[in-house]
């Protein structure tokens, strides 16, 4: 059982960056298709991006797009999200996911099977 490990998380000016990885353990995900997803408290836990098993394909939330970056490095087991331009409304606990051996690009919540367990965003002054 592949277990995901989120890191790089904290607290962060407007306009600052943060990049965020996310560990695999227990085996390996580079046929996996993976995901980045986030819940502000009060909402529902939202796509943010999503990559292929190449990485060469990727898929952004609209409220992101131009400011995060996917990527993967299959040879450390590793996924990456890359924030710039941080706004407050970035704020959430930030989740990776993964959808064993599919090779797709997935932008659907429940057609991930691994789960990290969350690390928080805080964007404030």
């Known amino acids: 059982q592949v277990q995901l490990v989120e890191s790089g998380g904290g607290l962060v000016q407007p306009g600052g960056s943060l990049r965020l990885s996310c560990a695999a353990s227990?085996?390996?995900?580079?046929?996996?298709?993976l995901g980045w997803f986030r819940q502000a408290p009060g909402k529902d836990r939202e796509f943010v991006s999503a990559?292929?098993?190449?990485?060469?394909?990727?898929v952004y939330a609209d409220s992101v797009k131009g400011r995060f970056t996917i990527s993967r490095d299959n040879a450390k087991n590793m996924l990456y999200l890359q924030m710039n331009k941080l706004k407050p409304e970035d704020t959430a606990v930030y989740s990776c996911?993964?959808?064993?051996?599919?090779?797709?690009?997935?932008?659907?919540?429940?057609?991930?099977?691994?789960w990290g367990q969350g690390t928080q965003v805080t964007v404030s002054s």
């Open positions: 996911a993964a959808r064993r051996n599919n090779r797709a690009v997935i932008t659907i919540e429940r057609l991930y099977t691994n």
């Open positions: 227990g085996g390996r995900f580079s046929n996996d298709a």
């Open positions: 990559i292929d098993w190449t990485g060469d394909n990727t």
